[in-house]
């Protein structure tokens, strides 16, 4: 059938929060997301990458079925949703599930009382895919929920306080009861009742909580079940500007399809097809979505197994699988166990929910988890094409790789075939990835073996490899050739060496490292040998030994639990007015608006008319000249408006805030890749993409280019100035030390990955030359500096406005000032209002991030352990362009003493210039870097004593009041009391004990524990930079309008500022409004950065509020007993002025870098962090165990939102150390353009047991109400995760006697775990590198007749690098 004849096209039927929908022109273009916050201003679901990978954007879809009339809801990406697909189901989004105005749903309560919202920009995401459990079990298992949330991202709680919403819903408990007194060992609630101070333990009152009332749900729709039982099931055809779907209903109508249209895919999840149209180009005109047609859904069993409809959903084969596991004998079922194994993991649940079966297969991806077990299982493929039916079995399609024509273009699988398993056959799937769920493989694989009846002899074998190549590869050589062969380890032995002969892979192209993908097929294979072994062993103990007790627990994967933990803080005192909220966990001042979706962000600001998008067109090189730009193609595109360039600026261009400028258009270069050189300007996102695509740049190639450190070190690149900081005589000290270590760790650089991107909206007003800016931003001041300057006009026209951001961590400062620029030229220039939502490539591609470090360091010490001379040299890859690089440098100088006195102190810090974007701050500035170097040599120390770690950051810590190296007075006793804390909390020296005893016990997986202490000096050197000022209105109701400079991005400033504000004036909360952070009501406001927001504005705040409170006092002591609306009232009739502002002046710190002394810091928090973790030594994965952090934050004025801060930067720290990795190419491409690339910390990465403890009875003079500033200490802490896996693979090293010296660097991925496990199945990777590269060099001898050069290079190679 061809398109012609198809049925006319459909009015597109489907439900929204219970409101029919009909769409008259659906365009198979259009996803789900965009409709919902396009056309019908539904904005709660929100954007956070676009491609399936982050879960921002999860609604639920409920779909009935009449045959069964059951009604399913599941939970889906609305970002990789065609609108065209949903023809008759129910859609519900956040505004559906509950909202302020109607009834707050209790997800969305306990999810803002639990405090699990920050930022809030994940929070609708994380409130449907819990919503969705519950529809579908009202009282789910912490396992179902743990699921439920394994594809939805945050980049600020850490999660704990999401999973304590979540719990709430949870039929069973969650303790561990390992007590005695059957109590959760982390329940030490009695213990610490013994202290004189009160402490608590619950940051929220479950009696608070509204029940859960499944009775109370959004019905299905009555009409979408009449329309499906009642309309005959016939053809729909969208027709959309460029491409139609065409949705048949009976198998012959799909293959006469097929035929008609063969290179058009068919679409069931779209999370194949869809990301291909979005991120890389591919166009298909018609689209044919087969998932109505019954042939594609069956379920049968039949003699010899189980066939499946290709168009089932991975979730529906996951369940039947489960079924059928439970329900067949354990012999048959071993291929479903291990289908099951690799569907528990594979993407989250909204993927699972969608993708299909059939689809996973036949994108015959590298990646599919699916396709290497599928294949050694034997499976079949049912094919039809019109006319023709035919079976293959499911290894054929990669039997020549990917471009493989086994299944030609009319072909359509109809289902697939998994055989049950037979007596004497044993299946497994294995995968490693970047993280354990939520992540595609690094490396997977499926093995099959069939033993001779009754003996361990080889009859058939199968094994399969995903990620090694282009598709799934089978090892069939290797399989022929072992057949016949006992299943022991010589067997094993030569199937290694067979299988690396034998999958050849090729060399990296996008920065994997080929190394570890072969190790992980030879250990793969191995696990499979043992897992195998044990099995005939249960068989047959009599002739089979097995395997030894102490590999084991290999054998069981690492599995996500629910965490338990503990959150200890001190209450309020007896004396405290229960009106008085300061100290008290107050939910977040916009909690419920982040649950309901009710919170407005920028792009769900309400278009203004006439408004056009913005899309960037940036550099591809990352030094070169411009010698062209062509627009021609890009101005004819649909609906394009302009194209701005350099030329269009009125003013400024560059910013010269440092010697190098800041640019926001390339004029005649550009200097990295990323960079802006024009924009276009359209009447939709996708007519201005679809421009800037179009635009043509021509490039002449400039050297040199400058990507790393190295590099920049051999080009002498550096921006200036280079800064030294020393103390006592560092030469001499060497000369009288016991030993000298020298060594050098890097430290890659991180993504802010902030879920919402940078967001702005420009508005031109008309006259004056004024425009309001909404933007996204930590600085608003700096914006409108920067746009004012670009448009050449005073500041005094430039109205910078910010509601609340969602999560910026430093990367919302300069980088947002320039591209604010952008769009605020083309606003200018166009006189139309210009909105510019960056899509998360073009964020990760664009701006720049924490910066990378490579630290040299030389140290000595004596053999007792003390540390008195050191002198250390910090690299730091500063980016394209100055940004606050210098500064960062700086500050990593001033922090690089962590927790330590060290005598003779020698520090230097070079800023590099290279091609990359520019780096910027980022949590922490430049301390976790500087911090994580020190605690490296620490621990290399350690290793070169024999004494712990712990010992040595004993023997080293700052004891008594003693001075900093750049001679700032310092008391250390609060950094004691954590470290001797954090030690008894831990049971450090128990668990110490337990370590080694597991360790003893098991071979391929080890533990490990570190415990490191923090001081984290509070700010900014500069005084001037901690300024402050607050205006606070009082109406005449009694209401109060609060603002002031901070900026609200998830760190619960506003919350705080109403706390104080209602202790100052003495009112409630609720009587106190925060309304937007603006340059018309507080100019020239300070950033919101370096933890200093609270500090800094609460002190301008409680200065305003004592003002008004001094103007109203002769009202309130005529009238004592009067009410506030009453004194209020009065004051008004006296005239007297009810708004005030209140300033802060700011901190007297400051530093002399000639001098290299001064007092940059005020006042000092201190920390410690004991983490403990589990490592698998054949593939590198880990797990972390527990926690425990004590810190000392003064008198906390909110501990939910203090105690959220910590676990939030505690888990990005933990992302920085050990899985968030950058991958460039060898031009400076970003390869890790979003969430499928670059792994931030999902559920599955925090700690199983988790405990934050706030230090009792600690005072700060310096800051409002004694607390100190807490958004970024907990970032460094999470290096114990990093010491604590280096423990772990230093158990491993010990054990097998290999060298005591070894260096991490920064990420400890995996893959680095797995190389420094060193063991028998590295090593004969190393050797078959070595023969290959041997071999390669042999022949490029004989090719190149170059002897001599050759000769020389051969040994060269096998020494450097393989002994
Ligand atoms: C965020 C994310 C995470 C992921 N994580 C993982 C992971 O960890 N492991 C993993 O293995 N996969 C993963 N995937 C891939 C996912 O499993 C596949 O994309 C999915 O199974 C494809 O099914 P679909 O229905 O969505 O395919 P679609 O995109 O709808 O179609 C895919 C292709 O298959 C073809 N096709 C589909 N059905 C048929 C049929 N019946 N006959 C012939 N051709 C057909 C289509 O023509 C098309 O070319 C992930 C995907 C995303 C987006
Ligand atoms: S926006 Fe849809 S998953 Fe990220
Ligand atoms: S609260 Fe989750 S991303 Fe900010």
Request: glycine share 8%.
């Given at each position: 059938?061809?398109?012609?004849?198809?049925?006319?096209?459909?009015?597109?039927?489907?439900?929204?929060?219970?409101?029919?929908?009909?769409?008259?022109?659906?365009?198979?273009?259009?996803?789900?997301?965009?409709?919902?916050?396009?056309?019908?201003?539904?904005?709660?679901?929100?954007?956070?990458?676009?491609?399936?990978?982050?879960?921002?954007?999860?609604?639920?879809?409920?779909?009935?079925?009449?045959?069964?009339?059951?009604?399913?809801?599941?939970?889906a990406?609305?970002?990789?949703?065609?609108?065209?697909?949903?023809?008759g189901?129910?859609?519900?989004?956040?505004e559906?599930?509950?909202?302020?105005?109607?009834?707050?749903?209790?997800?969305?309560?306990?999810?803002?009382?639990?405090?699990?919202?920050?930022c809030?920009?994940?929070?609708?995401?994380?409130?449907m895919?819990?919503?969705?459990?519950?529809r579908?079990?009202?009282?789910?298992?912490?396992?179902?929920?743990?699921?439920?949330?394994?594809?939805?991202?945050?980049?600020?709680?850490?999660?704990?306080?999401?999973?304590?919403?979540?719990?709430?819903?949870?039929?069973?408990?969650?303790?561990?009861?390992?007590?005695?007194?059957?109590?959760?060992?982390?329940?030490?609630?009695?213990?610490?009742?013994?202290?004189?101070?009160?402490?608590?333990?619950?940051?929220?009152?479950?009696?608070?909580?509204?029940?859960?009332?499944?009775?109370?749900?959004?019905?299905?729709?009555?009409?979408?079940?009449?329309?499906?039982e009642?309309?005959?099931?016939?053809?729909?055809?969208?027709?959309?500007?460029?491409?139609?779907?065409?949705?048949?209903?009976?198998?012959?109508?799909?293959?006469?399809?097929?035929?008609?249209?063969?290179?058009?895919?068919?679409?069931?999840?779209?999370?194949?097809?869809?990301?291909?149209?979005?991120?890389?180009?591919?166009?298909?005109?018609?689209?044919?979505?087969?998932?109505?047609?019954?042939?594609?859904?069956?379920?049968?069993?039949?003699?010899?197994?189980?066939?499946?409809?290709?168009?089932?959903?991975?979730?529906?084969?996951k369940?039947?699988?489960?079924?059928?596991?439970?329900?067949?004998?354990?012999e048959?079922?071993?291929?479903?166990?291990?289908?099951l194994?690799?569907?528990?993991?594979?993407?989250?649940?909204?993927?699972?929910?969608?993708?299909?079966?059939?689809?996973?297969?036949?994108?015959?991806?590298?990646?599919?988890?699916?396709?290497?077990?599928?294949?050694?299982?034997?499976?079949?493929?049912?094919?039809?094409?019109?006319?023709?039916?035919?079976?293959?079995?499911?290894?054929?399609?990669?039997?020549?790789?990917?471009?493989?024509?086994?299944?030609?273009?009319?072909?359509?699988?109809?289902?697939?075939?998994?055989p049950?398993?037979?007596?004497?056959?044993?299946?497994?799937?294995?995968?490693?990835?970047?993280?354990?769920?939520?992540?595609?493989?690094?490396t997977?694989?499926?093995?099959?073996?069939?033993?001779?009846e009754?003996?361990?002899?080889?009859k058939?074998l199968?094994?399969?490899?995903?990620?090694?190549?282009?598709?799934t590869?089978?090892?069939?050589?290797?399989?022929?050739?072992?057949?016949?062969?006992?299943?022991?380890?010589?067997?094993?032995?030569?199937?290694?060496?067979?299988?690396?002969?034998?999958?050849?892979?090729p060399?990296?192209?996008d920065?994997?490292?080929?190394?570890?993908?072969?190790?992980?097929?030879?250990?793969?294979?191995?696990?499979?040998f043992?897992?195998?072994?044990?099995?005939?062993?249960?068989?047959?103990?009599?002739?089979?030994?097995?395997?030894?007790?102490?590999?084991?627990?290999?054998l069981?994967?690492?599995?996500?639990?629910?965490?338990?933990s503990?959150?200890?803080?001190?209450?309020?005192?007896?004396?405290?007015?229960?009106?008085?909220?300061?100290?008290?966990?107050?939910?977040?001042?916009?909690?419920?608006?982040?649950?309901?979706?009710?919170?407005?962000?920028?792009?769900?600001?309400?278009?203004?008319?006439?408004?056009?998008?913005?899309?960037?067109?940036?550099?591809?090189?990352?030094?070169?000249?411009i010698?062209?730009?062509?627009?021609?193609?890009?101005?004819?595109?649909?609906?394009?408006?302009?194209?701005?360039?350099?030329?269009?600026?009125?003013?400024?261009?560059e910013?010269?805030?440092f010697?190098?400028?800041e640019?926001?258009?390339?004029?005649?270069?550009?200097?990295?890749?990323?960079?802006?050189?024009?924009?276009?300007?359209?009447?939709?996102?996708?007519?201005?993409?679809?421009?800037?695509?179009?635009?043509?740049?021509?490039y002449?190639?400039?050297?040199?280019?400058?990507?790393?450190i190295?590099?920049?070190?051999?080009?002498?690149?550096?921006?200036?100035?280079?800064?030294?900081?020393?103390?006592?005589?560092?030469?001499?000290?060497?000369?009288t030390?016991?030993?000298?270590?020298?060594?050098e760790?890097?430290?890659?650089g991180?993504k802010?990955?902030?879920?919402?991107?940078?967001?702005?909206?420009?508005?031109?007003?008309?006259?004056?030359?004024?425009?309001?800016?909404y933007?996204s931003?930590?600085?608003?001041?700096?914006?409108?500096?920067?746009?004012?300057?670009?448009?050449?006009?005073?500041?005094?026209?430039?109205?910078?406005?910010?509601?609340?951001?969602?999560?910026?961590?430093?990367?919302?400062?300069?980088?947002?000032?320039?591209?604010?620029?952008?769009?605020?030229v083309?606003?200018?220039k166009?006189?139309?209002?210009?909105?510019?939502?960056?899509?998360?490539?073009?964020?990760?591609?664009?701006?720049?991030g924490?910066?990378?470090?490579?630290?040299?360091?030389?140290?000595?010490?004596?053999?007792?352990?003390?540390?008195?001379?050191?002198?250390?040299?910090?690299?730091?890859?500063?980016?394209?362009?100055?940004?606050?690089?210098?500064l960062?440098?700086?500050?990593?100088?001033?922090k690089?003493?962590?927790?330590?006195?060290?005598?003779?102190?020698?520090?230097?810090?070079?800023?590099?210039k290279?091609?990359?974007?520019?780096n910027?701050?980022?949590?922490?500035?430049?301390?976790p870097?500087?911090?994580?170097?020190?605690?490296?040599w620490?621990?290399?120390?350690?290793?070169?004593t024999?004494?712990?770690?712990?010992?040595?950051?004993?023997?080293?810590?700052?004891?008594?009041?003693?001075?900093?190296?750049?001679?700032?007075?310092?008391?250390?006793?609060?950094?004691?009391?954590?470290?001797?804390?954090?030690?008894?909390?831990?049971?450090?020296?128990?668990?110490?004990?337990?370590?080694?005893?597991?360790?003893?016990?098991?071979?391929?997986?080890?533990?490990?524990?570190?415990?490191?202490?923090?001081?984290?000096?509070?700010?900014?050197?500069?005084?001037?930079?901690?300024?402050?000022?607050?205006?606070v209105?009082?109406?005449?109701?009694?209401?109060?309008?609060?603002?002031h400079?901070?900026?609200?991005?998830?760190?619960?400033?506003?919350?705080k500022?109403?706390?104080?504000?209602?202790?100052?004036?003495?009112?409630?909360?609720?009587?106190?409004?925060?309304?937007?952070?603006?340059?018309?009501?507080?100019?020239?406001?300070?950033?919101?950065?370096?933890?200093?927001?609270?500090?800094?504005n609460?002190?301008?705040?409680?200065?305003?509020?004592?003002?008004l409170?001094?103007?109203?006092?002769?009202?309130?002591?005529?009238?004592?007993?009067?009410?506030?609306?009453?004194?209020?009232?009065?004051?008004?009739?006296?005239?007297?002025?009810?708004?005030?502002?209140?300033?802060?002046?700011?901190?007297?710190?400051?530093?002399?870098?000639?001098?290299?002394?001064?007092?940059?810091?005020?006042?000092?928090?201190?920390?410690?962090?004991?983490?403990?973790?589990?490592?698998?030594?054949?593939?590198?994965?880990?797990?972390?165990?527990?926690?425990?952090?004590?810190?000392?934050?003064?008198?906390?004025?909110?501990?939910?939102?203090?105690?959220?801060?910590?676990e939030?930067?505690?888990?990005?720290?933990?992302?920085l150390?050990?899985?968030?990795?950058?991958?460039?190419?060898?031009?400076?491409?970003?390869?890790?353009?979003?969430?499928?690339?670059?792994?931030?910390?999902?559920?599955?990465?925090?700690?199983?047991?988790?405990?934050?403890?706030?230090?009792?009875?600690?005072?700060?003079?310096?800051?409002?109400?004694a607390?100190?500033?807490?958004?970024?200490?907990?970032?460094?802490l999470?290096?114990?995760?990093?010491?604590?896996?280096?423990?772990?693979?230093?158990?491993?090293?010990?054990?097998?006697?290999?060298?005591?010296?070894f260096?991490?660097?920064?990420?400890?991925?995996?893959?680095?775990?797995?190389?420094?496990?060193?063991?028998?199945?590295?090593?004969?990777?190393?050797?078959?590198?070595?023969?290959?590269?041997?071999?390669?060099?042999?022949?490029?001898?004989?090719?190149?007749?170059?002897k001599?050069?050759?000769?020389?290079?051969?040994?060269?190679?096998?020494?450097?690098?393989?002994?």
């Amino acid at each position: 059938m061809a398109l012609q004849g198809a049925a006319v096209a459909e009015e597109l039927v489907f439900y929204v929060n219970g409101r029919k929908i009909i769409e008259k022109n659906a365009d198979p273009e259009q996803m789900l997301l965009s409709y919902l916050r396009k056309r019908l201003c539904l904005t709660g679901t929100k954007y956070g990458c676009g491609g399936g990978g982050c879960g921002a954007c999860t609604v639920m879809i409920s779909t009935y079925e009449p045959a069964s009339k059951k009604i399913r809801h599941y939970s889906a990406n609305a970002c990789l949703l065609p609108i065209c697909s949903l023809y008759g189901a129910a859609v519900t989004t956040v505004e559906g599930v509950g909202s302020t105005k109607t009834r707050i749903h209790p997800v969305q309560e306990r999810l803002a009382k639990c405090h699990g919202s920050q930022c809030g920009f994940c929070t609708p995401g994380m409130v449907m895919s819990i919503y969705t459990l519950l529809r579908n079990h009202p009282e789910p298992t912490s396992e179902q929920m743990i699921a439920a949330l394994a594809g939805n991202l945050c980049r600020c709680t850490g999660y704990r306080p999401i999973l304590d919403a979540c719990k709430t819903f949870c039929k069973e408990s969650i303790c561990c009861q390992r007590k005695a007194n059957g109590k959760c060992c982390l329940d030490r609630k009695d213990d610490l009742f013994d202290n004189e101070e009160k402490v608590s333990t619950s940051l929220f009152s479950t009696d608070e909580f509204q029940p859960l009332d499944p009775t109370q749900e959004l019905i299905f729709p009555p009409e979408l079940m009449r329309m499906a039982e009642n309309q005959p099931k016939r053809t729909l055809v969208f027709h959309g500007d460029r491409v139609t779907w065409i949705s048949p209903v009976s198998l012959d109508e799909l293959l006469d399809l097929k035929a008609a249209h063969p290179k058009a895919p068919l679409v069931v999840g779209n999370t194949s097809v869809g990301p291909d149209m979005k991120f890389r180009g591919v166009f298909h005109p018609v689209l044919i979505a087969p998932a109505r047609i019954p042939d594609l859904n069956v379920l049968k069993y039949t003699n010899d197994g189980l066939t499946l409809g290709a168009a089932c959903s991975l979730s529906l084969v996951k369940d039947i699988l489960t079924n059928a596991i439970a329900e067949f004998p354990e012999e048959k079922t071993r291929v479903f166990c291990a289908v099951l194994q690799q569907l528990r993991t594979l993407g989250g649940e909204q993927i699972r929910n969608v993708a299909s079966f059939g689809g996973n297969i036949i994108s015959r991806k590298s990646t599919s988890d699916l396709n290497p077990v599928l294949a050694a299982s034997n499976c079949m493929l049912n094919l039809a094409s019109r006319g023709q039916k035919r079976q293959i079995p499911m290894s054929d399609i990669f039997a020549d790789g990917v471009g493989n024509n086994t299944i030609t273009p009319e072909e359509v699988l109809v289902s697939i075939h998994i055989p049950y398993s037979r007596k004497g056959e044993y299946v497994a799937a294995f995968r490693q990835a970047p993280r354990r769920e939520n992540a595609l493989p690094i490396t997977n694989a499926g093995m099959r073996v069939l033993f001779e009846e009754g003996t361990d002899i080889i009859k058939d074998l199968s094994i399969f490899y995903g990620g090694a190549v282009l598709t799934t590869v089978c090892a069939k050589q290797t399989c022929e050739t072992l057949t016949g062969r006992h299943w022991n380890e010589q067997m094993l032995d030569e199937a290694c060496r067979l299988v690396l002969k034998e999958i050849a892979l090729p060399g990296s192209a996008d920065g994997e490292n080929v190394d570890y993908k072969k190790t992980l097929m030879v250990s793969f294979f191995y696990r499979f040998f043992l897992e195998v072994s044990q099995s005939l062993k249960t068989m047959d103990p009599c002739h089979f030994p097995g395997i030894p007790m102490e590999y084991g627990s290999v054998l069981q994967d690492f599995k996500t639990r629910m965490p338990q933990s503990i959150q200890i803080y001190q209450d309020v005192g007896l004396s405290q007015s229960p009106q008085d909220p300061v100290g008290r966990p107050i939910m977040h001042q916009s909690g419920i608006k982040h649950a309901t979706g009710e919170a407005v962000y920028i792009d769900d600001l309400p278009s203004v008319d006439g408004e056009l998008f913005l899309a960037a067109v940036t550099s591809s090189r990352a030094h070169a000249k411009i010698v062209s730009i062509d627009t021609s193609e890009a101005l004819k595109g649909a609906g394009v408006f302009d194209v701005i360039t350099v030329r269009d600026v009125p003013a400024a261009n560059e910013f010269y805030f440092f010697d190098d400028p800041e640019i926001i258009f390339a004029r005649n270069e550009v200097i990295c890749v990323g960079q802006i050189v024009c924009a276009v300007v359209a009447d939709s996102n996708v007519h201005a993409k679809q421009a800037a695509a179009k635009v043509k740049i021509e490039y002449e190639m400039l050297e040199p280019v400058i990507l790393t450190i190295e590099e920049a070190i051999k080009h002498n690149s550096f921006f200036e100035p280079k800064r030294k900081l020393e103390q006592g005589n560092v030469d001499e000290a060497f000369e009288t030390v016991d030993n000298i270590i020298e060594g050098e760790i890097c430290i890659g650089g991180q993504k802010h990955f902030y879920m919402e991107t940078q967001s702005m909206l420009a508005v031109p007003k008309g006259e004056d030359e004024e425009m309001d800016l909404y933007v996204s931003t930590q600085h608003p001041a700096i914006i409108q500096e920067m746009v004012a300057a670009s448009l050449g006009v005073p500041a005094n026209r430039i109205m910078c406005h910010v509601k609340r951001v969602g999560g910026a961590f430093g990367g919302k400062i300069l980088r947002t000032g320039l591209l604010a620029s952008v769009a605020a030229v083309a606003a200018n220039k166009t006189s139309r209002a210009v909105r510019l939502i960056l899509s998360r490539e073009d964020d990760m591609v664009i701006t720049g991030g924490r910066h990378p470090f490579i630290a040299k360091y030389k140290v000595g010490f004596m053999n007792d352990g003390r540390i008195t001379a050191v002198d250390a040299k910090y690299y730091v890859n500063g980016g394209c362009t100055p940004d606050e690089s210098v500064l960062v440098a700086e500050v990593s100088l001033l922090k690089m003493d962590n927790a330590y006195k060290i005598p003779n102190l020698r520090c230097w810090a070079y800023v590099c210039k290279t091609n990359l974007p520019s780096n910027t701050a980022f949590r922490g500035f430049g301390f976790p870097q500087s911090g994580l170097v020190t605690e490296t040599w620490i621990t290399d120390v350690a290793d070169k004593t024999g004494l712990s770690p712990e010992k040595i950051r004993e023997i080293n810590m700052y004891k008594k009041n003693e001075q900093t190296h750049f001679k700032q007075k310092l008391d250390p006793q609060n950094l004691i009391r954590c470290w001797n804390e954090c030690m008894e909390k831990s049971a450090y020296y128990s668990r110490r004990t337990a370590i080694n005893e597991f360790n003893k016990q098991n071979y391929w997986k080890k533990r490990g524990i570190a415990i490191v202490p923090m001081k984290f000096p509070f700010g900014v050197s500069t005084p001037y930079l901690s300024q402050a000022a607050a205006l606070v209105h009082i109406y005449t109701d009694g209401s109060v309008l609060l603002t002031h400079g901070g900026i609200e991005m998830g760190q619960g400033i506003h919350t705080k500022m109403i706390q104080v504000a209602s202790r100052e004036l003495n009112i409630p909360m609720s009587c106190i409004h925060f309304c937007e952070t603006s340059t018309t009501t507080v100019p020239n406001a300070c950033a919101s950065i370096a933890s200093a927001g609270t500090d800094v504005n609460g002190m301008a705040v409680k200065d305003a509020c004592q003002t008004l409170l001094e103007r109203l006092q002769p009202i309130i002591k005529k009238n004592p007993t009067g009410t506030w609306n009453d004194w209020i009232k009065e004051a008004f009739k006296q005239s007297v002025s009810l708004s005030a502002t209140g300033y802060f002046r700011g901190y007297n710190e400051y530093m002399d870098w000639e001098k290299g002394e001064g007092h940059p810091f005020t006042y000092f928090i201190f920390g410690a962090a004991c983490s403990e973790v589990e490592i698998n030594c054949l593939t590198g994965d880990h797990k972390n165990l527990r926690t425990d952090i004590i810190m000392d934050i003064g008198c906390s004025i909110n501990p939910a939102v203090d105690i959220g801060q910590i676990e939030g930067a505690f888990i990005q720290g933990i992302g920085l150390y050990t899985m968030e990795e950058l991958k460039y190419s060898s031009e400076g491409v970003l390869y890790t353009r979003g969430p499928d690339q670059y792994k931030i910390p999902a559920v599955c990465d925090i700690p199983e047991q988790f405990s934050v403890s706030l230090l009792s009875s600690s005072q700060n003079p310096y800051a409002i109400y004694a607390s100190k500033g807490i958004g970024e200490a907990g970032f460094f802490l999470g290096c114990s995760v990093f010491f604590a896996l280096r423990d772990a693979v230093t158990s491993v090293r010990n054990e097998r006697g290999l060298n005591k010296t070894f260096a991490l660097n920064s990420p400890l991925t995996a893959e680095q775990i797995r190389a420094n496990c060193a063991d028998a199945f590295t090593d004969i990777v190393r050797e078959d590198l070595l023969i290959s590269t041997t071999q390669m060099l042999q022949e490029r001898k004989v090719r190149m007749k170059c002897k001599g050069m050759l000769d020389n290079l051969l040994p060269h190679i096998t020494l450097n690098n393989f002994i």
